[in-house]
């Protein structure tokens, strides 16, 4: 067996010039040593240098930028920070990893995200809070109904950008920060360059420092193998074969469309297993909800669709299995990055029909 390469971070979070408090809730988050995004960028942050972040999902990014982002509204109560994300699982998750390292400050945040009652983050925002962690869609109609002034903001965070283009939400992204003032501390995170990332940073960065702490492609802590579904033979009965094997605890499907979700749900919990889906019919309450579940062991089994499943970061996942083919490679290696987290390793099981 090759050895593999271990990285050895060059700071720990107690050298880091934050203040005392953060320091004391990352200690309580159980956290010692930064993982090589955090330990790349937290001290060029630190300084106020723009950076271009490029790393994959589950690499600690979110706790890259927050901790030095926090140090600075600690430091500067006129400090406000905006931070633009592709969708609003994500941005919740942020805002739950926000509040444990702003733990006991009095910071606010207000998570501002589509599907869901816009009410609470209109009063959220008139309190004037330090961190607005959302996705381009809300901000812009929060914008629009003068809920939201970005005049005050000189810190932006774009988080998976690479996915907010994807998405189509360039000219939303645009928009929004051509509302920012121009002299602004700029971190920007993606999982992939192209042409137009490279046009959004020279657009919008500031002599950026470049930091790449990318894995390859598709994790080496993942044990890749297909199954194939013989003519005639019902890729469900073979499922149902496979969740009843020893081992198979904790484990995340995906399917092509929101309705096929739906039902491949519904049809593993009439065979005695406990599942949930996650897809785009559900509310954002909903599929929080189903997450938690998943994420507490109440459920064994979590069915989402691609888009549900962007970013999310869940501890422990056993196994993936692509019930449906992804479209492209890149889906392919998004849903299988799902497992084999955090030095655990993980196996991932494509049915071809």
């Known amino acids: 067996m090759t050895p593999v390469e271990t990285y050895t971070p060059t700071h720990r979070f107690a050298d880091f010039a934050i203040d005392e408090r953060i320091k004391l809730n990352i200690a309580q988050k159980g956290y010692d040593t930064p993982t090589p995004i955090q330990d790349q960028s937290i001290p060029h942050i630190l300084e106020g240098k723009d950076i271009v972040g490029i790393a994959n999902t589950g690499t600690g990014k979110t706790g890259a930028f927050l901790i030095p982002l926090l140090n600075k509204v600690v430091k500067d109560r006129h400090q406000r920070v905006l931070i633009m994300v592709p969708t609003r699982e994500l941005a919740v998750q942020i805002d739950e990893e926000y509040k444990g390292f702003a733990r006991g400050s009095g910071f ?89 990332i490279d046009k959004l940073i020279g657009d919008f960065l500031h002599n950026p420092v470049r930091v790449s702490v990318k894995t390859r492609d598709t994790s080496k802590d993942v044990d890749q193998d297909i199954v194939r579904i013989a003519p005639g033979a019902h890729k469900l009965d073979h499922l149902r074969d496979l969740l009843i094997q020893p081992g198979f605890r904790k484990v995340l499907i995906f399917g092509r469309t929101k309705h096929g979700v739906e039902k491949l749900s519904r049809n593993l919990n009439q065979m005695g297993f406990k599942s949930e889906s996650i897809h785009g019919n559900k509310s954002s309450a909903q599929r929080q909800r189903a997450l938690q579940a998943f994420k507490d062991e109440r459920v064994g089994i979590l069915v989402a669709t691609d888009v549900a499943a962007r970013g999310l970061d869940i501890p422990k996942v056993s196994h993936v299995i692509n019930y449906d083919q992804p479209n492209t490679y890149e889906d392919y290696v998004h849903r299988i990055g799902r497992t084999g ?13």
């Open 341 to 353: 987290r955090a030095g655990e390793r993980g196996k991932a099981l494509t049915f071809v029909e």
């Open 108 to 196: 606010a945040s207000v998570c501002a995200v589509g599907g869901v009652n816009i009410g609470p983050q209109i009063r959220g925002l008139r309190a004037r809070p330090y961190f607005v962690i959302g996705t381009p869609g809300r901000l812009k109609d929060l914008m629009q109904q003068k809920a939201l002034d970005l005049s005050q903001f000189n810190t932006v965070v774009l988080d998976e950008a690479d996915r907010m283009l994807d998405m189509g939400f360039i000219n939303d992204m645009r928009f929004i920060l051509s509302h920012i003032p121009k002299q602004r501390h700029t971190l920007f995170f993606s999982a992939t360059l192209s042409p137009e």
